[in-house]
Every structure is written in structure tokens, then in C-alpha cells.
């Protein structure tokens, strides 16, 4: 059964930096796009980033680009987001998804991590 296993949430200042990393397992993401949503309290889930399978094409939600990067290691199926600069609106779970259409990771992927929690204080 395809499982994405994130790590690398916690509690950070603001300003500060954070890396979470997924690893897919269970199946084959040979070919996948791969992305990250979150879901800040209240709200619903939104996209922030996502890669295509061989990393020639990043996609970012207007609101961490210039703050967030994605990448990904194919041979070791694990995506990455790096976010520097931090925010307290930055606050959320943040999940990682994986589809083998990168239109639809942005919008509606097919497979989800559990979450990880990001808290950013101010």
C-alpha cells in the first residue's frame, strides 16, 4: 500500500527556517508529481508547492513564493520543502501529496501523508 511518511514539523520563531521532508513507500513514485498542502486551524486545506517527476517544473502558491523551495531525490523517493522567513500565518499541518498528474497534485492529488505540524510563533 503507496504511504507518504512526513518529518521535519516543530516549533520555530518567526523568522526563522524549517525543512520537512517526505518519503514515499509501499509503491513506486517513478513518474509522480509530488507536492506539499497545509491546513491552518479553521481553514481548509491549501496548496503551497509542488515539482514535477524530474524537477524541471516547481509550482508556488503566491503566498511562500520567494520564502518556500521544493525539490525532491528520486532515488531516494523523498520530497522536500525548505521554508526560510517564516511567519506566524505560516502556522499549519502541512501534508505532503503525490499524483501522477502535476496539474492534479496542485489541485487534487491522489495520495496523502498523515501531516506534519508547523507552529511558528511571534
Known amino acids: 500500500q503507496a504511504q507518504l511518511v512526513e518529518a521535519g514539523g516543530g516549533l520555530v520563531q518567526a523568522g526563522e527556517s524549517l525543512t520537512l521532508s517526505c518519503a514515499g513507500s509501499?509503491?513506486?513514485?517513478?513518474?509522480?508529481?509530488m507536492g506539499w498542502f497545509r491546513q491552518a486551524p479553521g481553514k481548509e486545506r491549501d496548496f503551497v508547492a509542488a515539482?514535477?517527476?524530474?524537477?524541471?517544473?516547481?509550482r508556488y502558491a503566491d503566498s511562500v513564493k520567494g520564502r518556500f523551495t521544493i525539490s525532491r531525490d528520486n532515488a531516494k523517493n523523498t520530497v522536500y520543502l525548505q521554508l526560510n522567513s517564516l511567519k506566524a500565518e505560516d502556522t499549519a499541518i502541512y501534508y505532503c501529496?503525490?499524483?501522477?498528474?502535476?496539474?492534479?497534485?496542485?489541485?487534487?492529488?491522489?495520495?496523502w501523508g498523515q501531516g506534519t505540524q508547523v507552529t511558528v510563533s511571534s
Open positions: 515539482i514535477s517527476w524530474r524537477a524541471g517544473i516547481r
Open positions: 509501499g509503491r513506486t513514485f517513478s513518474g509522480y508529481a
Open positions: 501529496v503525490a499524483d501522477d498528474s502535476l496539474a492534479e497534485v496542485t489541485s487534487n492529488p491522489t495520495y
